[in-house]
């Protein structure tokens, strides 16, 4: 079975400054990785995803993620935070086995990101 | 071009009645999902439908729960005789192939409040 922790349910950074969103997978088949994130009032939308090619994912308005196998870590950063990037973000997993051939998806509980002016 | 839409955005509703939530994916579509959100959680799978396999069931939480899809259109999560810790947001997604791969797209989700 896998599983996704997320590290901080709540973080602040100040405008400007380095954001760092943590998540760690268990999973027992190389993970396909996913971050999501809930702008309020919005419904979830896809930042970027690892599907075994690159380890260094780019994903839209500037965040990235760095897949490492020996940390089983899919942690979620941008060098310098926006007032827009306040929301909720959500890393999710998916081992690709699953009987169906497609798998659902597991989501950690989500960190929400205050951006401090 | 249209994104994924579900009716009604909130809905209110007392102990032991039935609900219905609508899902309507994104045209050409193949697979579809139900997740459920609880305050403070994370996202929990429900059910998935893929063109006209037997849908995934594996999520489902209770047989109160239940869930149809016409073809690889519009989808109903019904819930029978709800209960208080049923309140959540419902959110639906859908997915072009149904590849693991795949991004799934969500709606705004369904917020279901019993009293």
């Known amino acids: 079975a896998q599983s996704v922790t997320q590290l901080g349910s709540h973080v602040s950074v100040s405008e400007g400054a380095l954001v760092l969103l943590r998540c760690n997978y268990s999973s027992s088949v190389p993970p396909y990785l996913f971050w999501y994130v809930q702008y309020p009032n919005q419904g979830l939308q896809l930042l970027l995803k690892?599907?075994?090619?690159?380890?260094l994912v780019k994903g839209i308005n500037g965040f990235e993620a760095e897949f490492k196998k020996s940390e089983t870590s899919f942690h979620l950063t941008k060098p310098s935070a926006h007032m827009s990037d306040a929301a909720e973000y959500f890393c999710?997993?998916?081992?690709?086995?699953?009987?169906?051939?497609?798998?659902?998806?597991?989501f950690g509980t989500g960190t929400r990101l205050t951006i401090i002016p | 071009g249209a994104g994924v839409s579900q009716s009604p955005s909130n809905k209110v509703t007392e102990k032991g009645k039935d609900v219905e939530l609508r899902c309507d994916p994104i045209?050409?579509?193949?697979?579809l999902y139900w997740y459920r959100q609880r305050l403070g959680q994370g996202l929990e799978f429900l059910i998935y439908f893929q063109g006209n396999s037997a849908p995934d069931k594996s999520g489902l939480p209770s047989d109160r729960f239940s869930a149809e899809r016409t073809g690889e259109s519009v989808s109903t999560l019904t819930i029978q005789r709800t209960q208080q810790e049923d309140s959540a947001v419902y959110l639906c997604?859908?997915?072009?192939?149904?590849?693991?791969?795949?991004?799934?797209?969500f709606g705004p989700g369904t917020r279901l409040t019993v009293l």
């Open positions: 997604a859908s997915s072009l192939s149904g590849h693991y791969t795949d991004t799934q797209y």
């Open positions: 045209s050409g579509h193949t697979a």
């Open positions: 999710a997993v998916s081992d690709g086995g699953g009987n169906f051939g497609n798998e659902k998806l597991t």
């Open positions: 690892y599907t075994s090619a690159a380890t």
